[in-house]
Nanobody, 123 residues
Framework: QVQLVESGGGWVQAGGSLRLSCAAS?????MGWFRQVPGKEREGVAV???????NYADSVKGRFTISRDNAKNTLYLQMNSLKPEDTAMYYC????????????????????WGQGTQVTVSS
């Protein structure tokens, strides 16, 4: 089993930055950040394997950086140049099983989820 607890959400002006954290208990291989707004499906933002392979949604490339500290069992998402369209509930997700190739941005591949942290970007 894996438990995930997100933190670091909040309110910022457009162009500002936030750093989200996800503290995990238990072993994880793939970890990722997903976001959801009312009326829309949850979408993948960024994913990372235990080995450090990453994949990003086109909408955040060049602005967001996903990273992890395996010794601390913690996942991070550094968000820069935030836009109002980044406003969403952000969820941390994880998988225990090793896989090969590029990690996916599909929520179906991640069975463990945190409670979410709200990010609001004002214009």
């Amino acid at each position: 089993q894996v438990q995930l607890v997100e933190s670091g959400g909040g309110w910022v002006q457009a162009g500002g930055s936030l750093r989200l954290s996800c503290a995990a208990s238990g072993y994880t291989y793939g970890m990722g950040w997903f976001r959801q707004v009312p009326g829309k499906e949850r979408e993948g933002v960024a994913v990372i394997t235990r080995d450090g392979t990453t994949n990003y949604a086109d909408s955040v490339k060049g602005r967001f950086t996903i990273s992890r500290d395996n010794a601390k069992n913690t996942l991070y998402l550094q968000m820069n140049s935030l836009k109002p369209e980044d406003t969403a509930m952000y969820y941390c997700a994880a998988d225990r099983l090793r896989f090969y190739g590029l990690p996916t941005l599909s929520q179906a591949d991640f069975p463990y989820w945190g409670q979410g942290t709200q990010v609001t970007v004002s214009s």
